[in-house]
């Protein structure tokens, strides 16, 4: 019997929509029927892949062997099979995004040089760019706010914008949603993802990548995808798989409900934490049962996306009743949201798994009657504090070593105040300033800002503290940065948005603020008082992330909490403090008034959400949203399919292409390298390529001021991504940086900055000046670091940057997922010590030379290496080191120099149309 080459195993059946329209899909129920395991029992997030694999299985990409091994997928099997994953969609941010349009018009570049057709570097997939990290606070607390940050932002990002626009024209599947809009995961949640698709005459779920970790937001809706970096996603792009090792599906059995008073950034605090100390790293995580399913799809997208936080591929809710109500609500069509109900029902994936319904290879259970108010911080998001233990936990902090995690001050020092002596912004700022007062409290962020719950208790809270007549400092950098415009409408609607305005949380932007590093300037008087006096100074922030040096880099601690918490701890203007025993401050009456005083009921926040839950609303404000922005229409960008590179500091020809042939150049031994860094324990990616601000006194500052660029103009690292001589030396460039080889000041403190010793000789330079150096020399480098290096942002730079430096392999005691495979993709060895090894193990101190011999001849995944060390006094031993290399196709891509020269010559070797 002859099988068809389109389905091999027989699952292809007819589906009904609505209004008499026919589709067919790949039915998992078959697959199941034809023998190939019992489908029913798998994770959902697994049989999503499953029928990704079934309908893409063409024998080359897929074959029938990957089929039948994620159908036999086991819960407690080793992991040494790869799945090459077709995505549906690729979305991404512009941060991550024109790097990743430099690289693929670089590459159009190399196919017309070659006498190709620039045409054959082309997204295959659609690809939605969201234009939402480049609006940054300059103005707050002024009511024409969002349109002068506006006007700063395309001013600065012109540049930038003429390239996303010749994009947009050159390649086309490549989509652009403009400025002003929202985030890119707010965005993509509301408007962007539709639940299933249609195409070639079939009907299959949603799935994708994106390039920022929180990607992973959209498993709110029951939709697979994570985040990835942008190497890879360009791969996707262009026809590769996702090539992933079979995950470990971690089930997290949710029972109970939340208590009142709870919110689901309270939940999702406390999940990280849990799930963090469970160590679900590079793991899917799956939720189920009652719990899960008393959750709407704005809590579930709260939970959802911090996936990253706590270390996992994502954070899945499987479809339920629930979710279709969401989809109608944001206004998809009657026939989108019948059609996602159908195809989900046929694929028996819809309704909450129960306990005992599916076969994980963990279980973990969480009782949500336990979730109470919370923050997190004040450097890491996994770090919670119960509300009423902040002030005590600061105190502890205060006092603690620097090593510890401390700021290590003396204990007399915590209620000293300093006066500040007023400067050019005049005498708007307190009268003085200590440690724990709050500078900067920011609603933002695509966490909350996307779950009207949170948002209408904020707006709610405001309400409640102007009828009291309390007020927030003038010295408070407060700002209100929605997801969408959809928030500020709800908002409005329910007669909030004034009183939120009224303390201060005026509208500033729609896109990723605070939570970014574009949190803006401080008065200047105030950070001259922070660095004269050593002051730890606080944000509070309704974001994700908290990372040192990431919100402020004059501010010392960073505080993750809900919405309403933001406004309650802007009113009271300090974190050293016990919110349910203080008072947050006095009313107009004189009184105190306390945090209980103001905290909305669930009855209050329950009648305010309709507001939050039309549909015509979210229709009206996303339809047309390409041509929704004025400014961006009137850009005027060059045409033609391949880009001509003119002159400009923001946007350059990126040089990974340099020497480029069509034979790959094969792996080199290492021989007599020298330490760049010596790192400790999670070292982020925000410490290896920050996206904050540009001081003068950097490598980075000092080049753009060479090129003519006012200081003023600057603008961030992260606005700058696509022009590599601004980024590589920006790496390495965080302020927070400890680089255990730089000697420590004269009271044992460590030196933070992108600083290194050179060897021989020990002179302390920029690490960018000394990677010249060996440069010139022909030295290859290594960087040394401790466990979860690269966590936080899915940042192309973090790899790239060192790239250019000239480090050949980081050696590491354990790796954050994405960050590992952008290392493989740029060609760089990821290398992980061994049972419980580490640098201070082995006694490495910076002026060792190294050796790592056998790597040009035939490697294979997690392969054992030894690393030969050498010290000055002739002393000589060997560090076995695993090869964090996990599928035979990375490989490939070390062989080719990294995956975009991999992938070029891949489309250089397809046949002439």
């Known amino acids: 019997m002859s099988v068809d080459a389109s389905d091999p195993f027989g699952t292809l059946q007819a589906l009904s929509l609505a209004r008499d329209r026919q589709t067919r899909f790949h039915s998992l129920a078959a697959l199941e029927r034809a023998g190939l395991g019992r489908i029913a029992r798998l994770p959902v997030s697994i049989r999503i892949m499953l029928e990704s694999l079934l309908r893409h299985c063409d024998g080359r990409r897929v074959t029938a062997d990957h089929v039948r091994a994620l159908a036999a997928w086991q819960p407690q099997a080793a992991r040494t099979r790869e799945i090459p994953f077709v995505v549906a969609r690729i979305v991404l941010q512009d941060f991550t995004g024109v790097p990743l349009l430099c690289d693929l018009a670089a590459m159009r570049g190399v196919a017309q040089r070659h006498g190709r057709d620039p045409r054959i570097v082309e997204p295959l997939v659609p690809v939605d760019l969201v234009v939402d990290h480049s609006v940054q606070v300059d103005h707050a607390r002024v009511p024409d706010a969002l349109d002068l940050n506006m006007r700063l932002e395309f001013h600065r990002n012109a540049e930038r914008y003429r390239f996303i626009k010749w994009g947009m024209q050159a390649f086309r599947s490549f989509r652009v949603v403009p400025p002003g809009v929202g985030i890119v995961h707010q965005v993509n949640l509301e408007y962007l993802a539709r639940g299933v698709l249609h195409r070639d005459g079939l009907t299959f779920p949603d799935t994708l990548v994106g390039t920022d970790s929180h990607t992973t937001m959209i498993n709110g809706l029951g939709v697979v995808g994570w985040g990835v ?300 008082a922070i660095e004269e006096h050593g002051l730890v100074c606080a944000a509070v922030l309704s974001g994700n992330r908290n990372f040192e040096s990431r919100i402020h880099p004059a501010l010392g601690a960073n505080l993750l909490m809900s919405p309403p918490l933001v406004v309650a701890f802007a009113i009271a203007g300090r974190i050293d403090i016990d919110l349910t025993r203080e008072p947050l401050g006095t009313g107009r009456d004189g009184q105190p008034v306390w945090l209980k005083d103001l905290w909305p009921d669930d009855r209050e926040i329950t009648e305010a959400l309709p507001a939050a839950t039309d549909p015509a609303t979210y229709r009206a404000l996303y339809d047309g949203v390409a041509q929704s922005n004025p400014r961006w229409n009137a850009i005027v960008a060059e045409g033609g399919l391949v880009n001509g590179w003119p002159a400009s500091t923001y946007i350059a020809e990126p040089p990974f292409f340099d020497g480029f042939g069509t034979t790959p150049p094969g792996l080199q031994d290492i021989r007599s390298a020298q330490a760049l860094a010596i790192l400790g324990d999670s070292v982020t990616t925000d410490h290896i390529s920050p996206a904050g601000r540009i001081a003068a006194d950097t490598p980075a500052g000092q080049y753009l001021l060479a090129q003519g660029v006012a200081e003023a103009d600057f603008n961030s690292y992260g606005a700058r991504r696509g022009h590599h001589e601004v980024m590589v030396r920006g790496t390495f460039a965080n302020p927070s940086l400890r680089n255990r080889m730089v000697p420590p000041m004269a009271d044992g403190a460590p030196v933070e900055g992108g600083l290194t010793t050179l060897q021989p000789g020990g002179a302390v330079l920029s690490i960018h000046a000394a990677a010249l150096h060996y440069q010139r020399r022909g030295t290859p480098t290594l960087v040394f670091a401790g466990h979860d290096y690269g966590s936080g942002s899915s940042r192309d730079w973090a790899a790239k940057g060192p790239r250019l430096l000239g480090v050949r392999a980081v050696v590491a005691r354990s790796f954050e997922r994405i960050h590992r495979f952008n290392l493989v993709g740029m060609g760089l060895l990821p290398l992980q010590f061994e049972d419980g090894n580490s640098v201070e193990s082995f006694g490495i101190v910076g002026d060792e030379t190294f050796d790592l011999l056998g790597i040009d001849g035939t490697l294979h995944a997690r392969q054992m290496l030894t690393l030969d060390v050498h010290r000055r006094d002739g002393q000589r031993f060997g560090i076995p080191l695993r090869l964090r290399v996990e599928t035979p196709i990375e490989l490939d891509y070390l062989q080719h120099g990294g995956i975009l020269p991999y992938v070029m010559r891949q489309l250089l070797a397809l046949p002439e149309r």
């Open 229 to 528: 970096g942008g190497i890879e996603a360009e791969a996707g792009m262009l026809g590769q798989p996702i090539v992933l090792l079979e995950p470990d599906v971690v089930g997290v059995h949710l029972h109970g409900r939340l208590p009142a008073g709870a919110t689901a950034t309270d939940l999702v605090l406390r999940l990280t934490e849990r799930l963090r100390q469970a160590n679900v790293v590079g793991k899917f995580v799956e939720f189920f049962g009652g719990g899960a399913a008393s959750l709407g799809v704005a809590d579930r997208a709260t939970v959802a996306n911090m996936a990253p936080e706590y270390g996992a591929t994502m954070g899945y809710f499987p479809v339920d009743a629930r979710t279709v109500d969401y989809l109608a609500a944001t206004g998809r069509s009657s026939d989108e949201v019948d059609d996602f109900e159908r195809y989900f029902r046929a694929q028996g994936l819809f309704g909450m798994p129960r306990p005992g319904d599916i076969d994980y290879s963990e279980v973990l259970a969480f009782d949500l009657e336990t979730v109470h108010p919370a923050v997190a911080g004040p450097k890491r998001p996994q770090d919670r504090i119960d509300l009423p233990d902040l002030g005590r936990r600061f105190e502890q902090l205060f006092t603690q070593p620097v090593v510890d995690g401390g700021y290590g001050r003396e204990p007399a020092g915590l209620s000293r105040r300093h006066a500040v002596r007023a400067g050019a912004d005049g005498p708007a700022t307190a009268a003085d300033i200590g440690h724990g007062d709050v500078l900067i409290a920011a609603i933002t962020s695509c966490t909350n800002t996307s779950n009207p719950g949170v948002m209408l208790a904020a707006g709610l809270l405001a309400r409640r503290a102007v009828a009291r007549g309390l007020k927030v400092s003038p010295r408070v950098k407060t700002s209100l940065a929605p997801g969408s415009r959809v928030v500020t409408d709800y908002l409005s609607r329910a007669g909030l948005l004034d009183d939120l305005q009224a303390l201060g949380f005026g509208l500033v932007g729609y896109g990723c603020t605070t939570c970014i590093g574009n949190s803006g300037p401080l008065p200047a008087d105030l950070e001259a």
